[in-house]
């Protein structure tokens, strides 16, 4: 019986080093978790991939399929980027964008999408947990068709957090610009990726914003090509995707680890920059083996729903219950009322006065 082909390993160029990632493989490579990512497709017979990729549905659902040439090249990419990281993990592509959706000037009939009760994306989401996903990785955000507020999708990662699943999303790629926020990255909950380039400076591109988490390599990162074959991209997309490789090695560490403990670890051992956390690059770039290491012993999860032990209503600091009002100040009702009763007898004696200039008139 013919044996399968191998699989081909991406190349690993900068980004390996500034991840310190020989080291954190040689703790852990990925086995037994699953990666979802909400993205444009993935070509599941790549020599990187073959083998490691589930397709599930296109959520998009624009009429592209695997072959179109906007189908899937961002999607490949960024599932070669995450298994560079974590060899032995698994994909699941859950297509929620097209290739087509990056460009400016996006149709009407695009942006509407997100206006419905569910869009593409907390479609994915939620599919991607209800189908064992323990990391969902979005290299969507500023730019494309997921860049604004959506109510369906913030609910979706408040589902996926409750699971036990921990989402990354890139922050983007407007630079220091316009510094407006982008989706899914600024979800509260979801890890925002931002962008280093070679020495560990932020790219240029790399979004602005105070919910940057961490970051990770973005510039010139070698990955998988639709067609076959390795080319060098940039962005907070493969940024993001080799962050959720680390995790994927941290969950395979100890699976046990909840998306806040992920968080807590990735920014306890991250190099972190001069001055502290800023709005640039969080609190600095990933150190893979230093995560992987510290997953083993994480700090004890603080988020879980707590039991309200107090009255039967809530009250503001002073006492007052929220469900009642204060007796309104004399004085100062005392005062409204003179003031709009003079008030009136202004307006009441313009109106007299026009009134009897037309009548001389």
């Keep these: 019986m013919a044996t399968a082909p191998a699989q081909a390993a991406t190349p690993v160029g900068w ?16 086995d037994g978790v699953t990666v979802a ?26 009429g592209l399929h695997l072959g179109d040439p906007d189908w899937g090249q961002h999607g490949t990419a960024m599932a ?39 869009s593409p994306i907390a479609e994915g989401i939620r599919y991607a947990v209800d189908h064992g996903a323990n990391v969902i990785s979005m290299s969507i955000g500023s730019g494309d068709l997921f860049s604004s507020f959506s109510g369906s999708e913030a609910e979706a990662v408040a589902y996926a957090i409750r699971k036990g699943v921990t989402l990354l999303a ?21 890890i925002a990726v931002a962008a280093t380039k070679p020495g560990g400076g932020r790219a240029d591109f790399s979004t602005v914003h105070t919910y940057n ?27 993001c995707a080799l962050a959720a490789g680390v995790v994927a090695l941290m969950k395979s560490k100890n699976p046990s680890l909840s998306p806040a403990q992920t968080n807590d670890v990735l920014i306890a051992t991250a190099h972190h920059p001069a001055g502290g956390e800023s709005a640039l690059l969080g609190y600095g770039p990933i150190n893979a083996d230093a995560a992987v290491k510290a997953a083993t012993s994480p ?53 007299l006065l026009a009134r009897s200039g037309r009548r001389i008139r």
Excluded: C
């Design 15 to 30: 980004e390996g080093q500034a991840l310190d990632l020989s080291a954190a493989q040689q703790q852990s490579q990925g």
């Design 213 to 239: 988490d961490v970051a990770a390599p973005g510039v010139g990162i070698i990955s998988a090509k639709t067609t076959g074959g390795y080319e060098p991209i940039n962005g907070t997309s493969p940024a």
């Design 80 to 118: 070669s980027d995450v298994l560079k990281v974590a060899p032995k993990a698994k994909i699941l592509s859950v297509r929620v964008t097209s290739d087509k959706d990056n460009e400016k000037n996006l149709p009407k009939e695009l942006e509407d999408l997100r206006k419905q009760s569910d």
């Design 299 to 351: 700090p004890k999860d603080m988020t879980g729903p707590v039991a309200y032990k107090g009255r039967a209503h809530f009250a503001a600091p002073d006492g007052t219950s929220k469900t009642t009002h204060p007796p309104l100040e004399q004085g100062m009702w005392t005062t409204g009322l003179l003031a709009g009763g003079g008030g009136l007898v202004v307006l009441v004696g313009g109106v």
């Design 170 to 190: 890139s922050a983007g790629n407007s630079g220091d610009t316009l510094n407006e926020n982008s989706y899914p990255a600024g979800y509260a909950g979801v």
């Design 37 to 62: 990512l909400l993205d444009s497709g993935v070509v599941p017979d790549h020599p990187a991939l073959k083998g490691k990729v589930t397709t599930g549905p296109d959520y998009r659902q624009d």
